[in-house]
């Protein structure tokens, strides 16, 4: 069974940086597109970013979109999520996930379209 294994949570002030990581268990899965959700307590788990398998088109949730970037690593099966001028707003567990076969015309913002998720990381932004 695929496992997605997220890491780079922690406490940050507002205005801080964290990088979050994601990889799959097995390199044999290098060919999915990955993305990161996130649920703040008491709300629904929501889309954030996401990238093609080949990295070649990126998507952002407007609120992050200038502040957060997504990115694959050279071997393209691990994922990063570079979070800069952190907000209170930010806080909320993070998800990785992976999609073996979205639509070519996907913006990946739908969870019905993924097929692997992650255990979730902690991302807390102080104010």
């Known amino acids: 069974q695929l496992q997605l294994i997220e890491s780079g949570g922690g406490l940050v002030q507002a205005g801080g940086s964290l990088r979050l990581s994601c990889a799959p268990s097995s390199a044999r899965y290098s060919s999915m597109s990955l993305g990161w959700f996130r649920q703040a307590p008491g709300k629904e788990r929501d889309f954030v970013a996401a990238?093609?398998?080949?990295?070649?088109?990126?998507y952002y949730k407007d609120s992050v979109r200038g502040r957060f970037a997504i990115s694959r690593g050279t071997a393209r099966n691990t994922m990063y999520l570079q979070m800069n001028n952190l907000k209170p707003e930010d806080t909320a567990i993070y998800y990785c996930a992976g999609a073996l076969d979205p639509d070519s015309d996907s913006d990946l913002t739908q969870e019905g379209e993924y097929d692997y998720w992650g255990q979730g990381t902690q991302v807390t932004v102080s104010s």
């Open positions: 990238v093609t398998w080949s990295g070649d088109r990126t």
